[in-house]
């Protein structure tokens, strides 16, 4: 599967500030992992404390992988790429390597480097991307592949699965409340009983997938994806549906798209969303036992 790339809202109190130099008042200092945007700091948190409930450590030893003030950005950029006006950029230009602009020049990336973000663009200079550390051990990247959207992370980029940032803004995702409200066990607390009680936390996560990849087909097709309850853990938010779809556009209508998702995602909620689709797009319709 290709990591889940959603488009990233920033938060309000970023609007007039410069990428880089955040005032420490938006900032919070975040276990193992750095300095954070606040918003960005109670998501990661919460997914720490989940993951660690799990048995996963999700960033065991280097501080220093999140917020990067610019000149640390510029620093690392500058060890990765060279300019076009210096010999060995123009040695990498020649060899056709991949290049940004910085300063109004494009800068080649020297090759065993991993990508960078130009100075001034980077979502570490927002605050809100975090580098996890050693990503391939511990059993980080299939936790992160199974939980990361429902904590408001998702990738940046499909070369790089260490780097996830926070993309949900103001909307904190339901899963950072419940263990900010209840601990790792998250709903378990609750006297309520929850609308997902029927569901596994991965089928919840996956029906949420689905129904954000309908909304999207949906729109295209002209119809109101707020036409459609499915009940249940569900997000709102579109930015999941335009990633999802973004690779299947000889896709035309939303149907064959929810289809080809379930397939990927879980043969059990196949029933649910032909429902969806059908005639009863107002029903309500319940994730499976
Ligand atoms: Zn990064």
Redesign the pocket.
């Given at each position: 599967m290709p990591l889940l790339i959603l488009d990233l809202v920033r938060p309000d109190d970023l609007q007039s500030r410069t990428n880089g130099g955040l005032p420490t008042d938006l900032l919070r200092q975040v276990k193992d992992v750095g300095q954070l945007h606040h918003l960005a700091a109670r998501a990661w948190t919460a997914m720490r404390i989940a993951a660690e409930a799990d048995g996963v450590q999700l960033n065991p030893r280097f501080p220093g992988n999140a917020y990067r003030p610019f000149e640390q950005q510029e620093r690392i950029f500058r060890e990765r790429y060279r300019a076009e006006d210096t010999d060995e950029g123009r040695r990498l230009r020649v060899q056709r390597r991949p290049h940004k602009m910085f300063q109004g020049k494009r800068w080649y990336q020297r090759p065993n480097t991993a990508e960078a973000a130009s100075p001034g663009s980077s979502n570490?200079g927002w605050g809100l991307?975090v580098?996890v550390d050693s990503v391939e051990l511990g059993g980080r990247f299939p936790w992160l592949e199974r939980n990361a959207v429902r904590f408001g992370f998702s990738w940046e980029l499909q070369s790089?699965r260490w780097?996830v940032r926070y993309v949900r803004a103001e909307e904190v995702p339901r899963a950072v409340l419940d263990v900010e409200a209840n601990g790792p066990g998250g709903d378990d607390g609750g006297t309520e009983p929850k609308e997902d009680d029927e569901m596994t936390p991965d089928q919840a996560r996956k029906l949420e997938l689905i129904y954000n990849a309908l909304c999207g087909g949906l729109e295209r097709g002209g119809i109101d994806p707020g036409s459609i309850d499915l009940g249940g853990p569900i997000l709102t938010t579109h930015h999941l549906a335009h990633l999802l779809i973004a690779g299947q556009d000889r896709v035309a209508d939303p149907q064959t798209i929810a289809e080809a998702m379930v397939e990927q995602l879980d043969q059990e909620l196949v029933t649910e969303i032909h429902v969806a689709l059908g005639s009863e797009l107002n029903k309500r319709t319940r994730g499976p036992r």
């Open positions: 570490h991307a580098d790089e780097h």
